[in-house]
């Protein structure tokens, strides 16, 4: 989608507009190329529609609407399905949709804008009110395009930054600027905002004891339909190989189901040692077991020093997440336009530390009191051994304090960081409370699930799904999630804690539902994250810029962080304390989000 302008009528600029709102249509050519143009209407023009992103079972729905009488002009557009499909149910359309979506959707009968983002948040929808007038974009600089448009820096999003590594929905760096939440619509009015969650992750059933065997056939069963609907495309589809459980699974059933030789890509770091050089083995041996056609992208470090202002440029945020994808995407686009990937099964699934000791740290909080028994033992593994760890989290209070302190930076490390002009800005900001609202939302008992449901809430849509949206999209390539269907979604956050992480092994029910399908070495190995090897890069290559961006001069432009504080840090860091590299990583990349957008 492309900024908002105010004129009228469609013209050959390529937006079309009812006075205050317009539409515009910059959208990857993906499913019917000839007749799929966008903007695109029904037959008395009184519906229209823009959107990015895909509906993949468009062709299911067509066949429905046809059925009941609607006519199409298009061959084959998912587009059009939108129009038609709004005409028959309304605004509760994008229910019956399975996709990935940031949807504009103009109603002349009834003169209201309807705004629609997906189930997940694969596909970001910003706006902005500006003189009476409603701006949107599926980026922000888009809509920082409008002169009306006030981007004054939100202090309160970047607040939450420096410990979520990314701003919150619906929340963005500009106080002008919002965005909707996953599963969330909007429908501006005669100059005025509704917005309603027409969608949220949610149990579809109880399921305590439930069988395994079962259980595990089901997530295989909805993950192959998954992949199956995301490969529907006018265009090759590739997929992402890490060399892990997950993209494994989508690349084997790929092969399987798509009739032809699947492109697969993994990313290579230049002198790549332990985990990452096991998951470039994997990744070869996985790729000759089901004959795709195997690219690598060698990544240098060089190549972080040259790019980080591209990077910084693509976000139009602060974002210290990952930025791999920017790089591995580079080689992608040379060869497929889509490209299917393994994110969020570690949301949906449980792999990170917070997921890890979501149930022990419960268990020890009802035990700590006595002394601990054979049987308490085992319910706190893997961290059995580490009971002062343990101790010291629970003493911190309820779960979203524990949460806090797994955070880049919880509310006494950043209150230690800011100047007193940056605790003005931020008034009563506090993060803690904002995870404790998500922690109070959730409809679970299992601690488990609680943490996997704050995670899909906020790091999945805001942080991982932004980054690979975004780092992808800067390269005109589309990417798929198959994980991240609503349906297996259902499926997995129905299922209890413990089929997910069993006696400490992450993923356990997805390692189960994918066995014979993935080779066992795959499966039972340990998996490392697909991160950047920071410190090594922050010690090397990146030393320079550290030094030359993060000073007081440079700090004072904004005189909103201690320089002290910063120049310790940095310096506690070169002298070897590695721990500090995510924290030197955070502050630097916003000094250069603020150098660009916001001095």
């Known amino acids: 989608m492309a900024r908002a302008l105010e004129h009228r009528g469609p013209d050959d600029s390529g937006f079309w507009s009812t006075a205050d709102v317009s539409l515009g249509s910059r959208r990857l050519s993906i499913v019917d190329l000839d007749t799929g143009q966008q903007p695109m209407c029904n037959e008395d023009e009184s519906i229209w529609v823009v959107f990015n992103g895909e509906v993949y079972n468009h062709v299911e729905l067509r066949a429905e609407l046809i059925a009941a009488g609607h006519r199409f002009r298009s061959d084959h557009s998912d587009t059009e399905v939108l129009v038609h499909l709004y005409e028959e149910e309304g605004p509760d359309y994008l229910r019956l949709l399975n996709g990935m979506f940031a949807i504009a959707l103009w109603d002349g ?143 084997a059933l790929a092969s399987q189901i798509g009739g032809q030789r699947v492109k697969t890509f993994s990313l290579v770091y230049e002198n790549a040692q332990g985990g990452k050089d096991e998951d470039r083995r994997f990744a070869l041996e996985l790729a000759e077991q089901y004959g795709t056609e195997h690219f690598e992208y060698v990544m240098t470090a060089n190549e972080v020093v040259e790019s980080l202002p591209e990077v910084v440029a693509a976000f139009d945020e602060p974002f210290s997440g990952v930025t791999s994808t920017y790089f591995l995407t580079r080689l992608i686009a040379q060869h497929v336009k889509v490209a299917l990937s393994g994110d969020g099964a570690d949301e949906l699934f449980g792999s990170y530390l917070p997921h890890r000791l979501a149930r022990p740290l419960a268990h020890y909080a009802d035990v700590a009191s006595r002394q601990l028994t054979s049987a308490d033992r085992g319910l706190l593994e893997p961290f059995a051994d580490r009971t002062d760890d343990l101790r010291r989290l629970v003493e911190r209070g309820d779960e979203a304090a524990r949460r806090m302190a797994q955070y880049l930076w919880d509310e006494d490390g950043k209150a230690a960081l800011y100047t007193p002009r940056m605790h003005e800005l931020i008034g009563t900001a506090n993060t803690e409370a904002l995870v404790r609202d998500l922690y109070a939302a959730s409809p679970s008992i299992d601690p488990l699930n609680r943490a996997l449901e704050v995670d899909l809430e906020t790091l999945l849509p805001d942080q991982v799904l932004a980054f690979v949206d975004r780092l992808s999209m800067a390269y005109s390539v589309e990417v798929r999630p198959p994980f991240l269907d609503h349906r297996l979604i259902e499926a997995v956050i129905s299922l209890p804690g413990d089929l997910k992480i069993k006696g400490g092994r992450v993923k356990h029910i997805l390692k189960e539902a994918v066995r014979g399908l993935v080779p066992d070495a795959v499966i039972d190995r340990r998996k490392e994250g697909f991160l950047l090897p920071l410190n090594d890069w922050l010690l090397g290559p990146l030393r320079g810029l550290v030094h030359d961006t993060l000073t007081p001069v440079h700090l004072s432009q904004h005189g909103l962080l201690r320089q002290e504080v910063v120049s310790q840090l940095v310096n506690e860091f070169f002298a070897g304390q590695a721990g500090l590299g995510p924290r030197v990583w955070n502050i630097l990349m916003f000094q250069m989000w603020w150098e660009r957008y916001a001095d």
């Open 109 to 251: 009968r009834t003169h209201e804008l309807h705004l629609g983002r997906d189930h997940t948040g694969i596909k970001p929808l910003f706006f902005a009110v500006a003189r009476d007038q409603l701006v949107f974009g599926s980026e922000i600089k888009s809509v920082l395009h409008h002169p009306d448009v006030d981007r004054t820096p939100d202090f309160a999003a970047l607040h939450h930054y420096f410990s979520f590594k990314n701003t919150p929905a619906p929340l963005t760096a500009f106080r002008g600027i919002q965005q909707l939440r996953p599963g969330e619509r909007l429908v501006w009015h005669d100059g005025r905002l509704e917005r309603v969650r027409w969608w949220r992750p949610r149990p579809v059933r109880v399921t305590s004891g439930a069988n395994e065997v079962e259980a595990a056939g089901h997530i295989r069963e909805l993950l192959t339909d998954s992949v199956r609907l995301r490969l529907r495309a006018d265009v090759p589809v590739g997929a992402y190989l890490s060399g892990g459980v997950d993209s494994s699974s989508v690349v």
